[in-house]
């Protein structure tokens, strides 16, 4: 509610009411009237404020300074759609009368939008279903033009097109008879037509508007002048005004808390506030005001009994004008907590037939009339994460809804407690337990139907991904129609198969909407959105088959639209929808859609058919999806497409270490391969469990976690099959567990400091014109900087395939690790680049970088597997969080954190793949542009290894000093069986040569390396071996029973030393069994 006194009295409005304010209705002059909005207040004989959400916010800012301009603000966490829910224009506003003849009017804004959607511009209005915007507003990565219009309810976009930041302070709209063109200007002297649009009505309104639909980021659009071209302002803003008006109150409300009510509300000048309330509309307990000099005020009452309605009203004073005052509100403080509404029941159940993405959604609403202050869940009894409570523009479409998705790997097999917690605003509390059963081990049958007029429950055949369903005889209907509601079913591990299902317009929402099927979906992701509760990000997916926006559609993977059909459908009609997926080896997916009217026969050819790549996702399961339309699935039939004869999974032996008595997880299945299909991880089957520790198995992923049992044993083994997504069984896998008090490390740590070491690093120069150098040696400042020259691109995802950035990589074990690097500093232009690369070979590695577009900083995940690309993570960041990255691999999930510190971390993202690493290191690169740079980077380090104090020096000393891991028997040293000896691979800090094996008939006498580099006094049991990392291997009856001798790991720390210096680890010592 808004109110000005007394020049203008108003009833009162429930809170949040929509409102629109303005003094008087006037007779329609010439034409728009301009306004530099050099006043103290807002002009209500010309404007009128509109704020349907009631949470706006209109300031008058810097009238009589030179430089006024009008605030239009909107909060975070709610979004404001020009084109929201229901119809409605959800921006704030301000508007004025407008004849219904040609014109001509501009804008001015003072900054362009620099976030995710926020949005400003121009509209031009008959009426609340009849009207037209023109406005600018930035994706998250561009800043886009765009022309819209609503037409009897309906809207459609005619202009949706990038354009160059800066380019964009100024809008113009010209309307000759009807049509209207849109110009957009950085200086309001030279002007670029942007687009037009031509449509019939009788205009009535005009004005400007902020919004932030989607991401619901806080914005605020300054609005320096808006003119009738045929009659501007000169000069602009050279006035002096008096404060002629009382404030304009708006956007009222309040929040209870415990045994206290908060009010809030804005004007459009700084003034004093203050509260009066009480039990009556007498106010008889009294007033509160707050500081004064304030556009946003909040009074906080206190001492409030529970259970009990309090009316109270604001009034706001300038010091100069009469005090004005609102009507009356009333707040309840309700002693009662939250009402959690879980929509599909209190017990639910995942995994009766298979895997349909990695996540498991428990949906709902919250309501309370203190409000909603928090909402969070605990699983199992775990720590307690907080949940979002809509809307958020994407999953969550109204106010209190929520989604707890809940990770598959997560939960244990069987029975799951999800305890979620929701809070009021005057803290009473309500627990609601949702049991979510666990069943594992299944694999979706391929050949699959939903008869809807026989099931109880939608999640008795499928899995409700997003939003409120319900059953309706013939089929399933979105029950509350929004962004994407979405039904899953099928398998993450199927490729080729049909699916046909009829659908049934209801009705379209005012948003322009489509429905249809989505093939191939593995779940949520953080890409193109990141860091969401829940996940939000869409991408990668195989391909949406469609009807939207007047046309049959194929969408594929990051946007790309691979075919189209022209045609309309009717609401009220059903379709019949049959959609195929089906791979040729070696090139991808071919995607084929044919709709037609139920009762009709089925065409004989496609509608629209389009291919994908390998980089696109191979497999998943389906999900039937409305966005923005009221829809009803009927029922679904699903085939599979049978091609070449099924070839069984390859299962291949590992390798793992374990420290005595300690724990291991690891993740067998990652080199396991199915050269016609992929590997299914919920099929893993032990077949034979260790004989000297214990053995847990994620069902989710097959994930294996050992823990050894502390007894003398040194090995150790896991055998096991898996089947692939044709039901095909493997061969038997042997995972060889070796136990011993030194496991090598995943990669090694190194600050700098001591110099180049080319028995840990190779500098990689694809292009051949980078070069590397160590900054600051004995400074204890010193850093590795990587130097790309200027003129030719070097891109990590270059021509060919070829990774054009300059790298220092190092060996890596393919064990679980956490890396953190720091560089001096974050690039700040021209796409500059710098990150961390982790590698198999060169078609497959995963990049974790911070790039520069040249206007915003961006937090990047990119895969390239089997010589194919794939964009994961894509955000923008802000600048001076990114100078640290932290990495953390588990099994086959990997997690990128950013910091600006290193001790504080945000989730930048994450992705999951199948990797057998090989290599690690760091990376600078300057795609795009080709401007010089250089990554300075500080450190990269190993957790467990991590150098302290960094940069300390001297160095030489340290090379005589380091610890070397023993020897690794594999195999157990017997008469009758074979075992090989292997040197330890790492050394902190590293040797300057190959690490060797010393062997010696002197398990109590540490054998002594003169520095002539012989083997020392020891008689050797096998024969000298030295200057050699191979394996030895010793074969069943090489040695007799009882047999002792002993090995040792050494290496040439520094050979420039006189006399050289050998670094040798403990003696292991082998006695022959029987």
Not at 471 to 491: H, M, N, S
């Amino acid at each position: 509610m808004e109110t000005r006194s007394p020049k203008l009295t108003l009833p009162a409005l429930f809170l949040c009411a929509a409102v629109s304010i303005a003094a008087t209705t006037g007779v329609p002059g010439p034409g728009p009237v301009s306004d530099d909005f050099d006043r103290t207040n807002l002009d209500l004989s010309t404007w009128t404020f509109v704020n349907p959400l009631g949470d706006g916010q209109l300031a008058m800012v810097g009238a009589g300074s030179g430089d006024a301009h009008l605030a239009l603000s909107v909060p975070a966490g709610t979004p404001h759609d020009a084109w929201g829910s229901g119809g409605m224009n959800e921006c704030p506003r301000v508007s004025q009368s407008c004849p219904d003849t040609d014109f001509e009017v501009a804008a001015k804004f003072n900054a362009e939008p620099t976030a995710g959607f926020n949005d400003q511009g121009i509209f031009v209005e008959q009426d609340a279903s009849n009207w037209l915007r023109f406005d600018i507003y930035h994706s998250g990565s561009q800043l886009k033009a765009f022309i819209g219009k609503t037409v009897g309810g309906s809207t459609s976009s005619s202009l949706n097109a990038t354009i160059a930041g800066g380019s964009a302070t100024h809008l113009r709209v010209r309307r000759t008879a009807d049509t209207f063109d849109f110009e957009i200007s950085p200086d309001g002297a030279v002007w670029t037509l942007a687009g037009s649009i031509t449509q019939a009505f009788t205009v009535s309104s005009v004005g400007v508007f902020a919004g932030n639909p989607v991401d619901g980021l806080a914005f605020t659009s300054e609005v320096d002048w808006f003119f009738n071209t045929a009659s501007p302002i000169s000069p602009e803003d050279g006035g002096a005004p008096a404060d002629a008006d009382s404030p304009l109150n708006h956007s009222i409300g309040a929040a209870a808390g415990l045994n206290q009510i908060t009010v809030n509300w804005f004007t459009d000048e700084p003034c004093t506030g203050t509260v009066e309330y009480g039990e009556t509309t007498s106010y008889e307990l009294g007033s509160m005001s707050d500081g004064g000099g304030l556009y946003a005020h909040s009074v906080v009452i206190g001492s409030l009994s529970t259970g009990v309605t309090y009316h109270y009203r604001v009034s706001s004073d300038d010091g100069t004008n009469p005090v004005s005052t609102s009507g009356d509100f009333t707040v309840f403080l309700d002693p009662t907590g939250p009402v959690v509404d879980v929509w599909y029941g209190l017990a639910q159940t995942v995994g009766t037939f298979g895997q349909t993405q990695p996540w498991y959604n428990v949906l709902g609403h919250v309501s309370d009339p203190d409000g909603v202050a928090s909402l969070s869940y605990k699983l199992n009894g775990g720590t307690a994460v907080p949940l979002t409570i809509g809307p958020d523009g994407r999953r969550l479409e109204n106010v209190g809804d929520f989604n707890v998705d809940l990770a598959l790997e997560d939960l244990v097999a069987g029975s799951n407690s999800v305890e979620i917690t929701a809070v009021d605003g005057a803290s009473n509390s309500t627990v609601t337990t949702v049991t979510v059963d666990y069943v594992t081990g299944n694999v979706w049958p391929q050949t699959f139907s939903i008869d809807w007029g026989t099931v109880s429950d939608i999640q008795e055949r499928a899995q409700v991904v997003d939003g409120k369903w319900s059953l309706e005889g013939i089929g399933v209907r979105t029950a509350e129609p929004g962004y994407d509601r979405l039904i899953a079913a099928g398998d993450t591990c199927w490729d080729d198969y049909e699916v046909e299902c009829q659908i049934t317009m209801n009705s379209l929402s005012p948003s322009s909407g489509g429905v249809g099927i989505l093939m191939r979906w593995n779940g949520h992701t953080d890409y193109p959105i990141a860091g969401t509760q829940p996940k939000s990000g869409y991408l990668p997916l195989g391909c949406i088959g469609w009807y939207r926006n007047g046309r049959v559609e194929l969408y594929g993977n990051d946007a790309d639209i691979l075919d189209t059909d022209p045609r309309v459908l009717s609401n009220g009609v059903t379709y019949n929808y049959k959609m195929r997926v089906e791979t040729t080896p070696g090139v991808g997916a071919t995607y084929r859609l044919k709709v037609w009217e139920d009762g009709m026969s089925e065409p004989l050819t496609w509608d629209v058919e389009g291919s994908d790549t390998l980089s696109d996702p191979q497999f998943g399961s389906f999900m039937l999806i409305s966005h923005q339309y009221d829809v009803t699935f009927g029922d679904v039939t699903v085939t599979p497409i049978v091609g070449a004869p099924n070839v069984a999974p390859v299962a291949n032996a590992d390798t793992v270490y374990v420290l005595p008595a300690g724990s291991i997880e690891f993740e067998p299945l990652a080199n396991d391969t199915d050269s016609d299909g992929t590997v299914c991880p919920v099929t893993l089957n032990v077949t034979q469990a260790p004989a000297n520790g214990t053995l847990d198995v994620n069902p989710t992923t097959g994930r294996m976690a050992y823990t050894h049992d502390g007894s003398a044993t040194t090995t150790d083994e896991v055998r096991y099959t898996v089947e692939d997504n044709d039901g095909a069984v493997s061969n038997e896998a042997i995972v060889s567990i070796a136990i011993t008090p030194n496991p090598p490390q995943a990669f090694l740590s190194d600050d700098f400091n001591c110099g180049y070491d080319a028995g840990l690093w190779t500098f990689i120069d694809a292009v051949g014109d980078c070069s590397f150098d160590y900054v600051g040696t004995g400074s204890g400042d010193v850093h590795l900087a990587l130097t790309l020259p200027a003129g030719t691109a070097h891109d990590a995802w270059g021509p060919g395939g070829v990774n054009q950035g300059a790298r220092f990589m190092q060996s890596a074990a393919n064990s679980d690790f956490e890396m953190t690097v720091k560089w001096n500093a974050e690039p700040t232009a021209d796409y500059h680049d710098q990150g961390i690369i982790v590698e198999e070979d060169g078609s497959n590695w995963l990049r974790f970088d911070v790039y520069h577009t040249g206007s915003q900083l961006k937090a990047f995940i990119g895969a390239r597997i089997g010589g194919s690309n794939t964009t994961i993570l894509n955000a923008t960041v802000t600048p001076g969080t990114a100078s640290y990255a932290r990495l953390t691999r588990s099994g086959n999930l990997y997690t990128f954190d950013l910091s600006n510190d290193g001790a504080t971390w945000s989730p930048a993202g994450s992705t999951t793949q199948a990797l057998i690493v090989g290599q690690v290191g760091v990376y600078a690169g300057n795609p795009v542009v080709g401007s010089a740079f250089t990554s300075e980077v500080d450190y990269v380090f190993e957790a467990d290894t991590a150098i302290d104090p960094e940069d300390a020096s001297p160095c030489a000393e340290s090379f005589c000093a380091p610890s070397i891991g023993a020897p690794v028997v594999s195999g157990t040293p017997s008469f009758g069986s074979s075992f090989s000896i292997s040197t330890f691979p790492f050394v902190d800090p590293p040797c300057s040569g190959s690490n060797v094996l010393l062997f010696g008939q002197c398990a109590s006498t540490p054998i002594v390396v003169p520095p002539e580099l012989t083997c020392g006094t020891c008689p050797l049991a096998i024969g000298e071996v030295w200057g050699t990392s191979s394996m030895i291997g010793i074969g069943p009856g090489d040695l007799p029973v009882g047999f002792t001798f002993c090995v040792q790991s050494g290496c040439i720390a520094m050979p420039a030393m006189d006399p050289a210096c050998i670094n040798l680890s403990a003696a292991v010592e082998i006695t022959i069994a029987p």
